[in-house]
């Protein structure tokens, strides 16, 4: 697009619409999601915000209430929370580089980077004298720094999965974390595996609450549905495990009043593999003293604890996220209301809590209801606030585009307490003394301004976005609550939250159903003699992730989805949607969904090669070996584990079945002396193989990805306190991986248990051995999207001496091969600057195209006050993050040259605006630019002021399209769109202009 004209405005720009957006491949997915993305200054005069799929620290200045752009600062991968420590310094948790980025605001600039755990979530400072607190949510820990020295103080153990958002009390003596994936007090009545056919479950017991029905009726005496009589008799529905869950009485019930207590916690509990006296505390909220880092906690609340925030009035600790009714079995009997949304206040002095609804409107005695009530409800929240007096708070519902206004009892305030913003509202920040409140919209990629006192949308900012338009179309699809599900309230992303799980099973049978049988299957090279196809009956099976599914297929536990196009009627059946998805919809949520890759994998090493020592905390002896019951496991070597691994099926070994490198079954079939790919169904989908053994009861199952092992960890047969009421095999009844090696292959001895653990924990999806196409014992397996374990990694200097990490970096960049690249930020001579590694000439390419250096020539430009940060990002994104934001082919610097916008690539620098950077225009002149690709009449714009704003009005030709940007400043690195692309009619078109800021400026582009 050309630039045709910049002129002066007088008055501020009404509300901006999307910047230009980028269609690039060079862009990677991890549906990563903001925790407190939005942050306030202290002192009141800065905004900044995550630019999360930019990698990138928004920069605001605010005088009157309105944001107004001062720049970015490049951080790490996925910023997902950003904290001021002082007035000017930011702190910003990159969860995929698994760093901390500290800026300087005035300097706009990143000084340091502090190395964290994995996933680091959310930052506070408090105590006396201050620290810093940063959740890391995949090892479970709270790392303490000193935030003046930045060095590590201690980490702190939470007892709960995946510890991500984080508040602080009033006083600064107490730090709140909200366990994101907390359980809700369920758990499976299981037998576990073993080498031959299940053991027997206590469901199937006599004595047990049901006379040993299995499964057992969920309405008293009968099934609800009822059983489908034309059911072939010979088909009789699989025995299976038994969810129940603990009540207020502490007893363990199941969803037809059965009481299961003994053989949960009590005399026995041995037949379910527990001691007695088992438990599940159900942690949602991890409250840390400051002074003495001792830790209590806070239960009962709801299963996903999406954020926490203290009423700064009471001190009353309020948590908002959902729960699941996974007790409750079968998909007839759940639809629609199998999920609640939902706000809990705890006491901060006796960590009692109070659970409520963030949708009273809703009943759930019906699984539909009109579109006006869907459009009340608020669904997937993920952000709350509160005013200073503590009488107002606000949440935003990112699957319902929307947030809640509520009282301190989290009830709604009034008739009008409902604000629709745009898509996916997460994180906010209050301006009260500006009656302002601003939301980050993560999926339309929009800052939300809401005037606090009117409850409406006074203006949207856009954000530069680089996310594909694929992945824009395909999510709502995953998230969007009031389009998905009947309620308003629920969608796919309620189970697959942030795409991947909940950590729970569920009985999402359905007693009415019909047999599906087996047309196609792939069994390898073990068809089984008979099998029981797939009845309505399916027995508890817990979630799974949906990262890297697409060309996977066939989907769920047992492989009874051909394609995704067979989830359609989960919408309808389960969700309680009026309508499934269309054609073009279902598409768009394929290719959404086949973006999105595992990320690093944290037990590799930095080469993503496999580790020969890994810490195995929870891995407990069973006393089979030489090490005694329940003595930790020593540390795993991850070659050794590949070894023992691939040995051939007769020694027990598992590639035979879990190729490599995701761990999932061939996706080809045995002709006697070869594998032969399988052609793609009519859908395109694939054929990973299938198997059925004895530990299955014979039943096919799908042989599952192996990728995400460490998220299945918690439950402990040999504690009496545990995280999860669920762990590993289909349903969930396996504690550890140490019990699932040793019971399923008879592995006795303690070190190759623990060798083969560190494998399963370091698969990842690349670089592992490889099957062969010709050798019965290692089938070929399928490609896995994954990501290379150093990609986001980074370093910054300060100095121009060499540094060994630097050097890994060059050298993980420099084989043709490599899947990982090298960008540099920082300053060089006074002026923001980019840099990229190209592999082929050994030199950083700069963000001018005439420029580079040496690496190190480029470290000679480090110094105190000037420092470069490098970040290892993934293979074919470096040239976008580092010289070439917007992806345009033209490069920043030289755009910034030129005067055009390089985050915008209908904005490039080979169309130089005609009138110089730098001048200002007076008002209402007339400005004469020729084009030579327009015929004539040539083009001509005026452009006039008054007391509502500014007027543009420009002669146009018949079939061509226009859009009009504005800026503050003509030295502004970046151009907001005033409008889309107009397109001529009738030989003029007009624009009126509504401002509050005393200047702007304008120019006009014309479409290709």
Not at 474 to 501: E, F, I, N
Not at 742 to 750: E, I, L, N, T
Request: aromatic residues 6%.
């Amino acid at each position: 697009m050309r630039a045709l004209l910049t002129t002066a405005g007088i008055l501020l720009a009404g509300g901006g619409a999307a910047l230009g957006q980028v269609s690039t491949n060079s862009f990677q997915n991890w549906e990563t999601p903001p925790v407190h993305p939005v942050a306030l200054s202290p002192d009141g005069s800065r905004l900044v915000v995550c630019n999360l799929p930019d990698n990138r620290l928004e920069i605001f200045a605010l005088t009157d209430g309105v944001p107004v752009p001062m720049g970015g600062v490049c951080v790490g991968l996925d910023p997902c929370t950003a904290r001021f420590r002082t007035p000017d310094e930011v702190w910003v948790a990159n969860f995929i580089s698994d760093t901390i980025s500290i800026v300087s605001v005035s300097g706009m600039r990143v000084v340091a980077t502090i190395n964290t755990a994995n996933e680091p979530s959310d930052i506070v400072f408090a105590g006396t004298p201050a620290q810093g607190f940063v959740s890391c949510a995949q090892p479970g820990l709270v790392q303490v720094f000193d935030p003046v020295s930045r060095a590590a103080v201690t980490n702190l153990v939470i007892d709960g999965n995946r510890p991500k958002a984080m508040a602080v009390s009033p006083d600064g003596t107490k730090v709140y974390v909200a366990i994101f994936e907390s359980g809700n007090r369920s758990t499976l009545i299981g037998s576990g595996v073993g080498m031959g056919f299940p053991i027997p479950s206590p469901v199937d017991f006599p004595e047990g609450p049901h006379g040993g029905k299995n499964p057992p009726p969920n309405d008293d005496g009968v099934f609800t549905p009822v059983l489908n009589p034309a059911l072939p008799a010979a088909n009789a529905p699989p025995r299976g495990g038994l969810i129940v869950k603990k009540d207020n009485a502490s007893r363990w019930m199941d969803d037809n009043h059965g009481d299961w207590t003994d053989y949960v916690s009590g005399a026995n509990a041995a037949f379910t593999g527990r001691p007695v006296g088992w438990d599940l505390p159900d942690h949602d909220v991890a409250v840390i003293n400051t002074s003495t880092h001792r830790i209590t906690y806070a239960s009962g609340l709801m299963n996903i604890c999406m954020d926490v925030a203290v009423n700064p009035a009471s001190g009353v600790v309020t948590v908002i996220g959902t729960d699941a009714l996974n007790q409750i079995r079968f998909e007839p009997v759940l639809r629609g209301i199998f999920l609640r949304t939902e706000f809990a206040s705890v006491d901060p002095t006796t960590l009692a809590g109070r659970v409520g609804d963030l949708n009273p409107h809703l009943d759930y005695r019906t699984p539909t209801v009109p579109q006006a009530g869907r459009e009340q409800s608020i669904g997937d929240p993920r952000g709350i606030v509160w005013s200073a007096d503590g009488t107002r708070g606000y949440v935003t519902g990112m699957g319902s585009d929307n947030l809640v206004v509520i009282d301190a009892n989290g009830q709604r305030a009034g008739p009008d307490a409902l604000i629709v913003l745009g898509q996916g509202p997460t994180g906010m920040a209050l301006d009260e003394p500006r009656h302002r409140l601003y939301v980050l919209n993560r999926f339309s990629a929009t800052l939300s301004v809401v005037d606090t006192g009117t409850r409406a949308v006074v203006r949207t900012i856009p954000l530069f976005d680089p996310t594909p338009t694929s992945i824009r179309l395909g999510r709502p699809s995953l998230y969007d609550t009031h389009k998905t599900s009947g309620l308003g309230q629920a969608s796919c992303g309620s189970c697959h939250v942030d795409a991947r799980l909940d950590r729970l099973a569920w009985d999402l049978g359905d007693p009415g159903g019909a047999m599906k049988f087996i047309t196609n299957g792939n069994f390898g090279r073990l068809p089984p003699a008979v099998t029981n196809h797939f009845h309505p009956m399916k027995g508890p099976m817990t979630t799974l992730t949906l990262q890297d599914i697409m060309g996977h297929e066939p989907f769920h536990w047992r492989g009874d989805r051909e394609g995704l196009e067979q989830f359609d009627q989960t919408f309808t059946n389960l969700q309680g949607a009026v309508t499934g998805l269309t054609p073009a919809e279902m598409q768009s949520f394929k290719e959404f969904l086949g973006s999105i890759r595992f990320a690093p994998n944290p037990y590799r090493t930095l080469s993503n090669t496999l580790s020969v020592n890994i810490a195995l905390p929870g891995e407990k002896a069973l006393g089979r070996g030489r090490l005694r019951l329940g003595a930790p496991l020593p540390n795993g070597n991850a070659v050794n584990g590949q070894a023992l691994f691939r040995l051939p099926l007769a020694q027990t070994g598992c590639s035979f079945c879990h190729t490599l490198p995701t761990g999932l079954g061939t996706d080809a079939h045995w002709t006697g002396s070869s594998w032969i790919n399988l052609p793609p169904g009519p859908a395109g989908e694939h054929h990973a193989a299938f198997a059925a053994t004895e530990r299955t009861s014979i039943l096919p199952f799908r042989i599952p990805s192996l990728r995400n092992l460490f998220d299945l960890s918690g439950l402990d047969f040999l504690s009496t306190s545990n995280r999860s009421g669920f762990g590993f095999f289909h349903d969930g009844s396996v504690d550890t991986l140490t019990r699932f090696v040793q019971d399923s292959f008879d592995v006795r001895d303690d070190q190759k248990t623990a060798d083969l653990a560190a494998f399963l924990l370091s698969i990842s999806g690349s670089d592992l051995a490889a099957g062969s196409a010709t050798d019965g014992e290692h089938p070929p397996g399928v490609p896995g999207r994954d990501t290379h374990a150093a990609v986001g990694r980074q370093i910054t200097i300060g100095s121009p001496l060499g540094v060994a990490l630097i050097d890994s970096f060059i050298a993980l960049t420099r084989p043709a091969t490599s899947r990982v690249d090298l960008v540099v930020k920082g300053f060089q001579d006074g002026i923001p600057r980019g840099w990229f590694f190209d592999r082929t000439t050994g030199r950083f390419q700069s963000d001018r195209a005439g420029e580079s250096l040496t690496p190190a020539g480029l470290r000679q430009l480090a110094a105190p006050g000037n420092e470069l940060t490098y970040t290892v990002v993934p293979r074919d994104s470096g040239r976008r993050i580092g010289v070439d934001r917007d992806d345009d082919g033209h490069f920043d610097r030289d755009e910034l040259d030129a005067g055009t916008d390089p985050a915008n690539p209908l904005s490039v620098a080979m169309n130089r605006p005609s009138v110089a950077p730098g001048l200002v225009i007076s008002r209402s002149r007339v400005v004469n630019i020729p084009d030579p690709r327009m015929p004539a009449p040539a083009s001509s714009v005026t452009s006039a002021t008054s007391a509502t704003g500014a007027t543009l009005s420009w002669k146009t030709t018949s079939g061509v399209a226009y859009r009009v940007q504005s800026a503050t400043n003509l030295t502004d690195p970046a151009w907001t769109d005033v409008t889309g692309n107009r397109a001529a009619t009738n030989g003029t078109l007009n624009l009126t202009d509504t401002a509050t800021i005393p200047q702007r400026f304008y120019r006009l582009m014309l479409a290709p």
